[in-house]
């Protein structure tokens, strides 16, 4: 099993404003690089929280790209999604789960999502590592980790990101701006995740960083 997180930010690891206005960031270099790395995975992982306010598809364009298109995952434990979003409307075509933390949505499973029921843990989250795992047992050991600063937070807390895919832009947002990584509950540096640098890329104006677990 392997989890890498993505995250697209400011110089300063920002991922929006103070208002959420996100788009776009990084520019379209970094953007089509993002779908590469989506095709290079079994599947993509976003926190409700996104899914709400972006109503994303979540799914790789690429020109010519005819390969096959990754899962789609959304932590979602009281399993708010709606039949109108994007994800539940193409979830006939493109496989697409909810982890929740209660028992499956019929609404959900008509529509053709697959509901996976796992754990809770803290304020009625999924648990990480119970989700690794459930996704691991349906076949999806490659996951994209995309989203949000909760959700790149928690999997960072919980020791599961094994690589990172950092893309900056040159812009620093400010401390009002939504931070790309939530908190982490270090007292000490030698409690924070520690990472290599493994590859630096320019792309237009941006940054690509690579790094792996040290």
């Known amino acids: 099993m392997s989890v890498t997180l993505k995250l697209a930010t400011s110089l300063d690891g920002r991922i929006a404003t103070a208002s959420g206005q996100s788009r776009w960031i ?102 990480l590592k119970s989700v690794v795992q459930a996704l691991a047992d349906e076949g999806l050991c490659d996951l994209f980790v995309e989203g949000g600063g909760q959700v790149a937070g928690s999997f960072l807390r919980c020791g599961l990101v094994d690589a990172l895919e950092w893309f900056r832009a040159p812009m620093v947002i400010g401390g009002e701006g939504r931070p790309g990584v939530g908190a982490l509950a270090v007292a000490a540096l030698d409690e924070a995740p520690h990472f290599r640098r493994v590859e630096v890329n320019v792309l237009g104006d941006d940054l690509w960083e690579r790094y792996a677990r040290g």
């Open 26 to 127: 990084t520019g379209p270099q970094s953007r089509e690089q993002v779908h590469r790395l989506r095709a290079a995975h079994h599947a993509v992982v976003i926190g409700i929280e996104t899914a709400l306010a972006d109503d994303p598809e979540l799914t790789v364009r690429l020109s010519g790209f005819n390969g096959r298109q990754p899962a789609r995952v959304v932590l979602d434990s009281r399993q708010r999604l709606t039949p109108e979003c994007r994800l539940v409307a193409t979830a006939r075509e493109i496989p697409t789960y909810v982890v929740a933390t209660e028992a499956p949505n019929p609404v959900l499973v008509e529509a053709g999502v697959k509901v996976l029921t796992v754990s809770a843990v803290g304020e009625d989250r999924p648990e």
